[in-house]
């Protein structure tokens, strides 16, 4: 490795007969408005104090030449390059003295004065970006403006730079285009060439770059690209199909989707991308077969988002009712049964089933203000936990209605009952995509189908505090309650594409502009027309024959064969009475609806402080700085920064600094967990752990 300093234009950009290209796998260019802003600034000020102005590092290293033209890759600087490049484009084409032009295009053109090199079309200019930035700064620079992707951050920063130059030179007459080009010969760098024995791959992790910070989608394309002499066609056939499918603003989420998928544990911000190198070293990947299974998934992400033409209207359908519903935590369970249906391990019609299920699990929980915080563990753990038995697949839809119907805690699927009643009582107004997705249900469920989307959700009973005389009068004496009670529940809402215009008139009035111009939302208001009032009779009415037509439609079929999960050795138990512990050995419990193993007590205790420790660290934090009791019974103090307190060994919470008490019985345990999980305002049932009854006495 050569370190050393540099300048911008008279390093990179002014020698002749050289070419820096831009790597498949780095990044597409994607510099701000407001770093393009930055740079100007600092390159006229550069000028006009007559200093030097640095930019950060350009690392590179050189290829193979080809036609006498010298090859280099940039590892880092390339965002940097690209934004010069697009402000001497700028400089050349808001020139109109001959030698600003001439000057500016001996710069970033490579010359040929006696054809002794062959320069050609794609040799000509000395950056070369990534394949779909480069095809954007080669019309650009053959001024072929009509071609250009205008919604590329090459044209946009392109243009940018053209108003900046023209804005400085209005400010100030006396700046020239030769001026703001020998700003940018002031600019300098940290020059570092890497040798054939540098591992480029480890050195770009470690360098501090100054430009936009790298995602974990950024780091897996660099990982599995940068390290492949095959890297154009792996890029072709598989990456560039992978960002096709995957738009940017969702690649992240994909990837961890992918982790969450292929790890035990959950993926995690600060190490999600050692945990993907992990698992590319454990799994005997090489790049290619890790981008193959990228790119499958990647079609399924796409497929689950949008839609497929290998799938039928109806799966598509059912998929879409997810993503309506922001269901998108389903999908670590949707890809193992897809997967399923891919290798002919069940058939459409399962897989409408099991689709059918979720999309009214989801319906139901959400409906019955289930906290959503144990979907995620419930999804990730689903599939192991319903085909741990492999026969269990010879009846799958029934394994995983079974599994929902059998859970003892909050994630199990709530009953006929429980879903009606919500329905009736529950606030819907503030779910809000749950009540867009049911009143549009409720008005297209006939084969006449009216486009919703320009349909908002409207208060029959005003939202207003201060409710009009009129409704006062129609609501009766206790207005006030059953405005509080009634505002926000099915029985007051329907859609309307004039939501501004009804507000907060009388109802008669809001009856007659229904009638008039809702005309198209009939079944919703079937019961609305034709009243004389709207009060807690009404509403209460209209909200018994909704909710009854909701429940119709989001039933799920029982299971025709009940799979029993149960092990005859082994019962379910919750924290809620510490004593049933005694005398028992646990082999798993369950939080927020991820299974854990635990072969003993201590372990579980251990497992479940270090996951409460992940969800919010605050709170143990306070209490091992305030050596708190957790028990009131017991003087043991249970966390504490200073390891001479504890009770027992001296274990560390997680990764802190934090040491936690041990050596309890396992009621003790089970009353520690117990106040741990009131302390974090959790509901006790989201704690349950599996134990058999064990004849010796367990010693923790």
């Known amino acids: 490795m050569d370190i050393a300093p540099g300048r911008i234009i008279n390093d990179f950009i002014e020698p002749n007969k050289r070419q820096y290209a831009i790597p498949v796998y780095q990044r597409n260019y994607e510099w701000s408005e407001d770093d393009c802003k930055k740079l100007f600034e600092d390159i006229v000020n550069a000028y006009k104090r007559d200093k030097q102005h640095f930019c950060g590092s350009v690392v590179f290293a050189p290829l193979n030449n080809g036609l006498n033209i010298q090859s280099y890759v940039i590892i880092d600087g390339q965002q940097r390059l690209t934004t010069i490049y697009l402000l001497l484009k700028a400089l050349l084409d808001l020139a109109d003295k001959k030698y600003d032009k001439e000057a500016i295009l001996d710069t970033i053109i490579n010359k040929d004065k006696y054809d002794s090199f062959d320069v050609t079309e794609a040799t000509k200019l000395k950056l070369k970006p990534v394949k779909s930035d480069n095809r954007q700064l080669m019309l650009i620079m053959d001024n072929k403006f009509d071609e250009v992707d205008r919604s590329s951050g090459i044209w946009h920063n392109y243009e940018l730079f053209c108003t900046l130059i023209k804005r400085a030179m ?211 753990t689903l599939y192991t936990r319903v085909f741990n038995v492999p026969e269990n697949k010879e009846h799958y839809y029934d394994s995983i209605v079974s599994f929902l119907t059998q859970l003892t805690s909050r994630d199990e699927m709530p009953r006929d009952l429980t879903f009606l009643e919500a329905l009736k009582k529950n606030d819907l107004y503030h779910k809000y995509a749950l009540c867009r997705f049911l009143l549009t249900s409720i008005e297209n469920q006939s084969k006449e189908q009216i486009l919703t989307d320009n349909l908002t959700i409207e208060h029959i009973m005003p939202q207003n505090k201060n409710l009009s005389t009129n409704w006062q009068n129609m609501l009766g004496t206790d207005y006030e309650n059953v405005r509080n009670t009634y505002l926000h529940t099915l029985g007051n809402l329907t859609l309307t594409g004039h939501n501004s215009e009804l507000g907060d008139r009388p109802f008669l009035q809001k009856l007659d502009m229904l009638d008039e111009k809702g005309t198209k939302v009939v079944i919703l208001n079937k019961d609305v027309k034709g009243l004389t009032a709207w009060n807690k009779d009404t509403i209460e009415a209209r909200a018994e024959r909704l909710s009854k037509m909701i429940l119709d439609m989001f039933r799920y079929d029982k299971p025709e064969k009940v799979v029993s999960f149960a092990d005859p050795r082994y019962k379910e138990y919750t924290c809620e009475n510490p004593e049933d512990a005694t005398y028992k050995a646990p082999n798993y419990f369950v939080f927020m609806g991820e299974r854990i193993k635990a072969s003993n007590f201590a372990e579980m205790l251990r497992i479940f402080i270090d996951k409460l420790y992940e969800l919010d660290p605050s709170l143990i934090e306070s209490m091992a700085r305030s050596n708190e009791n957790i028990l009131e019974w017991s003087s043991v103090v249970m966390f504490s920064y200073d390891y001479k307190l504890t009770w027992g060994s001296n274990l560390k919470v997680a990764d802190s600094e934090i040491y936690e008490s041990s050596g309890f019985s396992a009621a003790t345990i089970m009353c520690i967990i117990r106040a741990l999980v009131d302390r974090y305002g959790l509901d006790r049932s989201d704690f349950v752990y599996s134990a058999r009854d064990n004849k010796k006495k367990e010693g923790n």
Not at 187 to 200: E, F, K, S, V
Not at 295 to 315: I, P
């Open 170 to 380: 209005e400010k100030d007459p006396d700046l020239r285009i030769k001026d703001i080009f020998n700003g940018i010969g002031r600019l300098t760098c940290a020059r570092i060439q890497l040798g054939p024995d540098d591992n480029a791959q480890e050195i770009f992790e470690r360098i501090n770059s100054t430009g936009v910070p790298l995602s974990l989608a950024d780091k897996i394309r660099n990982f599995v690209l940068m390290t492949d002499v095959d890297q154009d066609r792996l890029f072709e056939e598989y990456w560039i199909k992978i960002e096709q499918l995957v738009k940017k603003d969702y690649r992240n989420e994909f990837f961890y989707s992918y982790l969450n998928l292929k790890l035990d544990e959950f993926a995690k911000e600060k190490y999600a991308y050692d945990q993907f190198k992990g698992l590319y070293e454990d799994g005997g990947y090489d790049n290619e077969t890790m981008l193959q299974e990228l790119l499958h998934y990647a079609e399924l992400y796409h497929s689950f988002m949008h839609g497929s033409s290998k799938y039928s209207d109806e799966v598509n359908s059912l998929l879409g009712n997810l993503q309506a519903l922001n269901q998108t935590t389903a999908f670590l369970f949707l890809y193992r049964v897809f997967d399923d249906f891919l290798n002919e391990v069940i058939s459409e019609k399962e897989l409408v089933k099991t689709l059918r299920l979720l999309v009214s699990y989801s319906v139901r929980r959400t409906m019955c203000e289930i906290a959503s915080n144990s979907l995620r563990g419930l999804y990730k």
